[in-house]
T-cell receptor, first 109, second 113 residues
Framework: DAKTTQPNSMESNEEEPVHLPCNHS???????IHWYRQLPSQGPEYVIH???SNVNNRMASLAIAEDRKSSTLILHRATLRDAAVYYC??????????FGQGTELSVKP | KAGVTQTPRYLIKTRGQQVTLSCSPI?????VSWYQQTPGQGLQFLFE???????NKGNFPGRFSGRQFSNSRSEMNVSTLELGDSALYLC????????????FGPGTRLTVL
């Protein structure tokens, strides 16, 4: 299983954009890039996924480098509710997600 | 649509006992995956079931087993409990396909004394 590297923690101010980086230099051609987040005392929650092109949904945007060795999750306007651990995961087997340590995002009012 | 439900939510057992946890997926979802979450190891994949067959398995000892029923409900069993099995056990369901978002339940908090 390909590995991802994320910063342990990041801080953001409320209503400002947040860019969460992820390195995955050993990504294979069939690996999708997934992002999940886990709010305190809850199960993980799907955020977004992509393969090669940048992706947008109502929660966030995913920017994927041209060589696919890194990606960035973008929260356009952070809210207090966005404080969570964010996981960047590579997978080509839909039901099997290998979680790393993730990035703990704190949002200051 | 109801979300993924897990029962029981909390459980206390003693070493050597066995335990069965239950997961009801979202209606229409045929894939159920199980994960263990501990402070030390983080979130670890246990196994995935689809159409009553185990499709993927993580790196856990044989004491951890699971099954899936024809209505897609799933159970996982841990035999001969050890202190290190204390964890939050999460199940997630999804529709079929190579890449689909997984919907996680609230988890079962297992404490082994």
């Amino acid at each position: 299983d390909a590995k991802t590297t994320q910063p342990n923690s990041m801080e953001s101010n409320e209503e400002e954009p947040v860019h969460l980086p992820c390195n995955h230099s050993t990504i294979s051609g069939t690996d999708y890039i997934h992002w999940y987040r886990q709010l305190p005392s809850q199960g993980p929650e799907y955020v977004i996924h992509g393969l090669t092109s940048n992706v947008n949904n109502r929660m966030a945007s995913l920017a994927i480098a041209e060589d696919r060795k890194s990606s960035t999750l973008i929260l356009h306007r952070a809210t207090l509710r966005d404080a969570a651990v964010y996981y960047c995961i590579l997978s080509n087997q839909g039901g099997k997600l290998i979680f790393g340590q993730g990035t703990e995002l704190s949002v200051k009012p | 649509k109801a979300g993924v439900t897990q029962t029981p939510r909390y459980l206390i057992k003693t070493r050597g006992q066995q335990v069965t946890l239950s997961c009801s997926p979202i209606s229409g979802h045929r894939s159920v995956s199980w994960y263990q979450q501990t402070p030390g190891q983080g979130l670890q994949f246990l196994f995935e079931y689809f159409s009553e067959t185990q499709r993927n398995k993580g790196n856990f000892p044989g004491r951890f087993s699971g099954r899936q029923f024809s209505n897609s409900r799933s159970e996982m069993n841990v035999s001969t409990l050890e202190l290190g099995d204390s964890a939050l056990y999460l199940c997630a369901s999804r529709t079929t396909g190579l890449v689909n978002e997984q919907f996680f339940g609230p988890g079962t908090r297992l404490t082994v004394l």
